[in-house]
């Protein structure tokens, strides 16, 4: 197990070189311009698209400003002054996040990651009652997603989301506008569009971590937002007697950029419903009494099923009816990505809501309706982060640009496509390994390759493929791809008859000596550009091989590495693997390694549902 070790040791040190010094003071410099507006064209397509933070004419208005702050020759290190410090935070985590979706390769995330560490350390400075407003609860927002897309802590984002729950009541967002003192249109809309986009982040984290999320629909009385177009919010007293002529809401089947918004928010309390029925300690689901626990995921699933459909309609026609609108790029592309982010989230959901019963589904034929959900849920969810190679064309470019901005969030960052990519892909290899079992047990001659779902078959290298695409983008974490790995390996034995503990044991110690073998090289090649790359920003000019046998040595890597247990060594590494405890056939195994190594355990519904 040296080679895991070491595997370990070395990406700890690109971790290392990677991470700002703490605390990172917000500076002034910003990528060139023709980067910075590729961008934001990035965010405001993808994420602005779901969740409205920003009102974007008033965003375009500061952003210029911005730049005309720099001279039209600037000095090469000259950067835009007298602008608002806490406007500038706004545009660095816009950039983080749409850097994520930018490349292929990540190139900038070393820049991304210090960009949320400026904006982690503006925001911990002791200033409290003066950030109660909704810029600040806007740059709270952007944070949090700029974490998760950054991979900085993003499955412990449920914490963070708590907080902006509780800041988001305390300022009075969870009553609507209709109950407050008279205000601005402009104010009214963005108070409701900022509450609803607490609630879609409240219940996303509640589902990614496993928690409660922590709110009913009594907590709060606030509208969905109004179907406005965003150049129709503007900063003029509300309809008062006064000469100006009140604003009218667009009727919903015109296209704005808050009518997915809106879409989504019709199917929010069913969702609600499902992350309390996984996560609630007072749900039928932990109260030990089965057949209860599956009527209720039989109605819930109804309930969802029905809800998408509707959704889908509501889709359908303001792609029909979809207009122009502001953001770049708009046309009818528009609806592409959040069509298939929601495909995405419904899916999961689907998922989540079986999955607690899919152990039982492989021995007992009453829950046999959720096995098949699971799996067809999960292919779809797969097909959406890892979509099979098309010939490319002029009429479906637009189509593939959506796929990529999925890909890339699953491949790049952490959180919910990330997670969903990779959890998927171990139950989709949990069933083919499921099924070669049953065809054992029912047939004396080997197993026929030809009996088996291709497309299932065809994971044990695509998932493989998947983790290793992350690796090659700058993910440190080789855990993920080992575990895989070993999981094809034993799938590929069993295809071939192996069946002796002893047997299947060499073929995945085999499969970890590959795995090293191709991943050390990668790891010191990524150590040696990141170490290049942050001489380069702090003036070094000692050799790079010098430094990299430097850091090596202090990182201890030239120790014995017999003196921890296989899986003691990997206890620590955080790539989702805690995750996999509560997914089907892995039962409530502490390590989801053991899965590989003593095969399925029966399911606790005790625990929380992690996805």
Same mark, same amino acid.
């Given at each position: 197990m040296a080679g895991v070790e070491k595997c370990k040791a070395l990406a700890r040190t690109i971790k290392a070189q990677r991470t700002p010094p703490w605390p990172t003071i917000p500076t002034r410099d910003l990528p060139p311009r023709e980067i910075a507006d590729q961008l934001v064209d990035c965010y405001l397509r993808t994420f602005e698209s779901l969740y409205r933070v920003l009102h974007i004419p008033t965003f375009k208005?500061?952003?210029?400003?911005?730049?005309?702050?720099?001279?039209?020759?600037?000095?090469?290190?000259?950067?835009?002054?007298?602008?608002?410090?806490?406007?500038?935070?706004?545009? +660095?985590?816009?950039? !983080?996040?749409?850097?994520?979706?930018?490349?292929?390769?990540?190139?900038?995330?070393?820049?991304?990651?210090?960009?949320?560490?400026?904006?982690?350390?503006?925001?911990? $400075?002791?200033?409290? +009652?003066?950030?109660?407003?909704? +810029?600040?609860?806007?740059?709270?927002?952007?944070?949090?997603?700029?974490?998760?897309?950054?991979?900085?802590?993003?499955?412990?984002?449920?914490?963070?989301?708590?907080?902006?729950?509780?800041?988001?009541?305390?300022?009075?967002?969870?009553?609507?506008?209709?109950?407050?003192? +008279? /205000?601005?249109?402009?104010?009214? $809309?963005?108070?409701?569009?900022?509450?609803?986009?607490?609630?879609?982040?409240?219940?996303?984290c509640s589902m990614n971590a496993g928690a409660p999320p922590q709110i009913s629909l009594d907590d709060y009385d606030t509208e969905p937002p109004g179907n406005f177009h965003d150049e129709q919010l503007v900063e003029t007293p509300a309809d008062d007697g006064s000469n100006h002529s009140p604003v009218v809401a667009q009727p919903e089947s015109e296209f704005t950029q808050t009518s997915v918004a809106i879409a989504m928010r019709k199917i929010f309390p069913i969702r609600l419903a499902i992350a309390k029925f996984l996560n609630d300690l007072g749900s039928t689901r932990r109260q030990g009494d089965a057949a209860?626990?599956?009527?209720?995921?039989?109605?819930?699933?109804?309930?969802?099923?029905? !809800?998408?459909?509707?959704?889908?309609?509501?889709?359908?026609?303001?792609?029909?009816?979809?207009?122009?609108?502001?953001?770049?790029?708009?046309?009818?592309?528009?609806?592409?990505?959040?069509? /298939?982010?929601?495909?995405?989230?419904?899916?999961?959901?689907?998922?989540?809501?079986?999955?607690?019963?899919?152990?039982? !589904?492989?021995h007992e034929a009453a829950y046999a309706f959720s096995r098949k959900v699971v799996v067809e849920s999960c292919f779809k969810i797969w097909r959406a982060v890892s979509p099979l190679p098309t010939s490319p064309s002029s009429s479906d470019a637009t189509r593939q640009d959506a796929n990529q901005d999925i890909c890339r969030l699953a491949s790049h960052g952490a959180g919910f496509c990330r997670n969903a990519g990779f959890q998927v892909s171990m139950l989709l290899l949990g069933e083919l390994r499921a099924q070669l079992r049953e065809e054992a047990e029912t047939s004396l001659s080997p197993v026929n390759r030809s009996l088996l779902r291709p497309d299932l078959l065809a994971m044990v290298t695509e998932a493989k493929d998947w983790t290793m695409r992350s690796i090659n983008a700058g993910e440190t974490n080789v855990k993920g791809h080992m575990f895989v790995s070993m999981v094809s390996a034993q799938i590929e034995g069993m295809m071939k008859g192996l069946e002796e503990d002893e047997a299947l044991g060499r073929v995945l110690v085999k499969a970890i000596d590959e795995v090293v073998d191709t991943c050390v090289p990668l790891l010191e090649e990524m150590l040696e550009r990141e170490t290049r790359m942050r001489m380069a920003s702090d003036g070094e000019t000692e050799g790079g091989g010098m430094v990299l046998q430097k850091q090596l040595e202090t990182d201890g890597l030239a120790a014995t590495y017999g003196t921890e247990t296989p899986l003691g060594m990997m206890g620590d590494w955080d790539m989702l693997m805690l995750d996999a405890q509560h997914i089907g056939d892995f039962g409530n195994i502490a390590d989801p390694m053991n899965w590989a190594l003593t095969g399925a355990a029966s399911f606790s519904a005790g625990g929380p549902f992690i996805w």
């Open positions: 208005r500061d952003y210029e400003a911005l730049w005309e702050s720099v001279p039209a020759h600037p000095h090469p290190n000259q950067q835009p002054q007298h602008v608002s410090m806490a406007f500038l935070i706004q545009v +660095k985590l816009v950039l !983080a996040i749409g850097a994520t979706v930018y490349d292929q390769d990540f190139s900038l995330r070393p820049s991304a990651i210090r960009w949320v560490y400026e904006a982690l350390t503006f925001t911990s $400075e002791p200033e409290f +009652k003066s950030r109660l407003n909704i +810029k600040s609860l806007q740059t709270d927002i952007l944070l949090l997603l700029a974490r998760e897309t950054a991979s900085l802590g993003g499955n412990l984002t449920w914490i963070s989301a708590g907080s902006l729950l509780r800041t988001a009541v305390y300022m009075g967002l969870h009553r609507d506008p209709a109950h407050l003192p +008279k /205000r601005t249109i402009f104010a009214a $809309e963005m108070h409701r569009r900022l509450w609803n986009t607490v609630l879609e982040i409240t219940v996303s209860s626990a599956y009527h209720e995921s039989l109605r819930l699933d109804a309930d969802l099923r029905a !809800a998408y459909r509707t959704l889908t309609r509501t889709l359908q026609v303001l792609s029909r009816n979809l207009n122009e609108v502001c953001w770049p790029g708009s046309s009818s592309s528009s609806l592409l990505f959040p069509s /298939r982010f929601i495909d995405l989230v419904i899916n999961r959901d689907l998922a989540a809501i079986h999955i607690p019963f899919y152990s039982a !589904a492989l």
